[in-house]
């Protein structure tokens, strides 16, 4: 039954983004290749003193970027601190200055990393005016790199890659807005709830009170899964009822993590002229996504260990309405795109069980990745694997028409660097300094030994991977994590952009070169799997040492 049970929860799953893949992916492609304005576009256009018809160059287009995640960053900020004057504060005090940066830093990086109870600590004004606009706003900062990279590559001679405030303003307008009030509606049929009631004293059995929170939940829980943002409303994300009453609502979360990422290839392969190229990166990103699902459901479904094998299975941590197969499904979903949400606790995972979430994330998120995250993430990996394939037929690699060489390689090879450097130096730092690590290890570290261990890393690696996810047994909200943590978020999402849109720019500005019969077509079997091949040597392998200190030296204890 449980297998069945899984082979109908996945088979409805890849059933359904195979009939999104087609129209999403087309439709997000006239987002982006259309001419015409909106009205309410075009208002807000003039307010802001943008003129759409006009192109930027990479240069340009990063400081919009910047300048706008820059301006989003003091804004949450601010409201935090100023939580107690807000409306719908619910009585909740200021939000600490570190905890603010944090989190500030957090949702404007599109991680929503949470070193907090949301319930506790957040009003409705500070959730729905500053996380929730973050969630929407930051997922559109994504595609509209991800769709300057595209069009890096399918243009020639060109010194524009689009304009940024166009790309930003499409993305939310047309595309997240409408699909998240679409997915809020379907998730209140489920039984999330939507509401102001603030608390509700209620009267338990035993004759004692409770106060059951409330909130705007399903408006929020849509964008946060739509946007890969994962920033549950409650502590327990979406293993709490009133965020994820049922195991279909859980189904559905998964299908709006899914849905853009798995569709972006389409947008991909019709923007260069190629269709056939979307289906070789979409083939990279299910090979991957397949692949860590069944191994994580296969560890949790044996479960080593004394009272899992008692029990059936590793079922510590999860909910018995998602079972099994329903937590390791969400779970793979959630660290395979950026969206860190949970519907079960990954630290109560088994060892080699809760290696894989870390490893989906140390992947570069690339399969499918977050919103234009993931489709940037290995587009930069696809050209990595051209150059190593011209080495070795001793050809100057080419993909789709544009020369790579020295400037290419050395900022697709910075991007690869800067994820990995965040997360070793910080888990590093976190031991090494004598002060921070009695601190980290006596009040952050509830797990000592190789489990601890593991904790940190994944915190580091979730925060540089803008993920958001966290082995639940380790508290982040010290001085140093906050800190470290915000700012290995901020890192790791504006320098690999720095390098993308450099990237486009350097892209654009060349001449298309004819494909020869020394041209290495990419699009067939043999590039999709050069380009598995490299993504793991090039990212999975370079944690392999610290991960034995881990996780594999818990597991295999």
């Known amino acids: 039954?449980?297998?069945?049970?899984?082979?109908?929860?996945?088979?409805?799953?890849?059933?359904?983004?195979?009939?999104?893949?087609?129209?999403?992916?087309?439709?997000?492609?006239?987002?982006?290749?259309?001419?015409?304005?909106?009205?309410?576009?075009?208002?807000?256009?003039?307010?802001?003193?943008?003129?759409?018809?006009?192109?930027?160059?990479?240069?340009?287009?990063?400081?919009?970027?910047?300048?706008?995640?820059?301006?989003?960053?003091?804004?949450?900020?601010?409201?935090?601190?100023?939580?107690?004057?807000?409306?719908?504060?619910?009585?909740?005090?200021?939000?600490?200055?570190?905890?603010?940066?944090?989190?500030?830093?957090?949702?404007?990086?599109?991680?929503?990393?949470?070193?907090?109870?949301?319930?506790?600590?957040?009003?409705?004004?500070?959730?729905?005016?500053?996380?929730?606009?973050?969630?929407?706003?930051?997922?559109?900062?994504?595609?509209?790199?991800?769709?300057?990279?595209?069009?890096?590559?399918?243009?020639?001679?060109?010194?524009?890659?689009?304009?940024?405030?166009?790309?930003?303003?499409?993305?939310?307008?047309?595309?997240?807005?409408?699909?998240?009030?679409?997915?809020?509606?379907?998730?209140?049929?489920?039984?999330?709830?939507?509401?102001?009631?603030?608390?509700?004293?209620?009267?338990?059995?035993?004759?004692?009170?409770?106060?059951?929170?409330?909130?705007?939940?399903?408006?929020?829980?849509?964008?946060?899964?739509?946007?890969?943002?994962?920033?549950?409303?409650?502590?327990?994300?979406?293993?709490?009822?009133?965020?994820?009453?049922?195991?279909?609502?859980?189904?559905?979360?998964?299908?709006?993590?899914?849905?853009?990422?798995?569709?972006?290839?389409?947008?991909?392969?019709?923007?260069?002229?190629?269709?056939?190229?979307?289906?070789?990166?979409?083939?990279?990103?299910?090979?991957?996504?397949?692949?860590?699902?069944?191994?994580?459901?296969?560890?949790?479904?044996?479960?080593r260990g004394t009272a899992p094998e008692l029990a059936g299975a590793a079922l510590e941590g999860k909910e018995q309405r998602f079972g099994i197969f329903g937590s390791t499904l969400f779970g793979s979903t959630s660290t395979l795109t950026s969206t860190g949400a949970v519907n079960s606790m990954h630290d109560s995972y088994t060892a080699l069980g809760g290696m894989m979430p870390m490893l989906n994330m140390m992947l570069g998120e690339v399969a499918p990745g977050g919103v234009g995250s993931g489709l940037y993430g290995l587009l930069i990996l696809a050209i990595i694997a051209v150059f190593v394939a011209g080495l070795l037929v001793g050809r100057t690699p080419e993909y789709l028409g544009k020369k790579i060489g020295p400037t290419q390689i050395k900022l697709a090879s910075l991007y690869i660097l800067v994820m990995p450097t965040l997360v070793l130096v910080g888990t590093a730092l976190s031991f090494a300094i004598p002060g921070i690590r009695d601190d980290v290890t006596s009040t952050s570290i509830w797990n000592p030994g190789n489990h601890g261990l593991s904790e940190v890393l994944y915190a580091f690696t979730s925060a540089a991977n803008n993920n958001g996810s966290a082995f639940a047994g380790l508290t982040a909200n010290t001085p140093w994590l906050n800190t470290t943590l915000g700012l290995a978020i901020l890192l790791g999402r504006f320098i690999p952009i720095v390098f993308v849109l450099a990237l486009a720019g350097s892209l654009a500005a060349q001449d298309k070169v004819p494909a020869t019969a020394g041209t290495m077509p990419t699009h067939r079997p043999l590039f999709v799997g050069l380009l598995i091949g490299v993504t793991l040597i090039v990212t999975a392998l370079t944690f392999f040492p610290v991960l034995t200190l881990g996780p594999l030296a818990e597991g295999l204890l």
Do not use: C
């Open 1 to 303: 039954m449980d297998v069945l049970t899984a082979v109908i929860q996945f088979g409805t799953l890849a059933l359904i983004l195979a009939l999104l893949y087609r129209p999403l992916g087309e439709y997000m492609a006239r987002i982006f290749t259309s001419r015409k304005d909106l009205k309410i576009e075009r208002g807000f256009y003039r307010l802001i003193g943008v003129d759409s018809s006009t192109e930027q160059s990479w240069q340009s287009y990063l400081r919009g970027v910047l300048w706008f995640s820059g301006v989003g960053l003091i804004f949450v900020y601010l409201l935090q601190r100023l939580q107690t004057v807000l409306p719908y504060s619910l009585g909740l005090p200021a939000v600490p200055e570190g905890l603010s940066f944090n989190t500030a830093a957090s949702f404007v990086g599109n991680t929503n990393w949470q070193s907090y109870s949301p319930e506790l600590t957040m009003g409705y004004t500070v959730q729905i005016a500053g996380l929730a606009v973050q969630n929407f706003v930051s997922a559109a900062v994504g595609i509209a790199v991800a769709i300057a990279l595209v069009r890096g590559i399918a243009r020639s001679r060109s010194g524009t890659i689009g304009n940024f405030w166009v790309d930003l303003t499409r993305g939310t307008l047309r595309l997240l807005l409408p699909i998240s009030a679409l997915g809020a509606i379907i998730l209140m049929a489920g039984g999330v709830i939507q509401n102001f009631n603030g608390f509700t004293e209620i009267s338990t059995l035993s004759g004692g009170t409770q106060n059951l929170p409330g909130g705007p939940v399903a408006s929020q829980e849509a964008i946060k899964n739509l946007g890969t943002n994962g920033g549950g409303f409650f502590n327990a994300n979406a293993a709490h009822p009133f965020e994820n009453p049922t195991a279909w609502t859980s189904l559905f979360q998964n299908v709006l993590m899914l849905m853009i990422p798995f569709a972006l290839p389409r947008t991909f392969g019709r923007m260069v002229g190629d269709k056939r190229q979307g289906y070789a990166i979409l083939a990279v990103m299910a090979t991957f996504y397949v692949a860590s699902l069944v191994i994580l459901s296969s560890l949790e479904r044996a479960g």
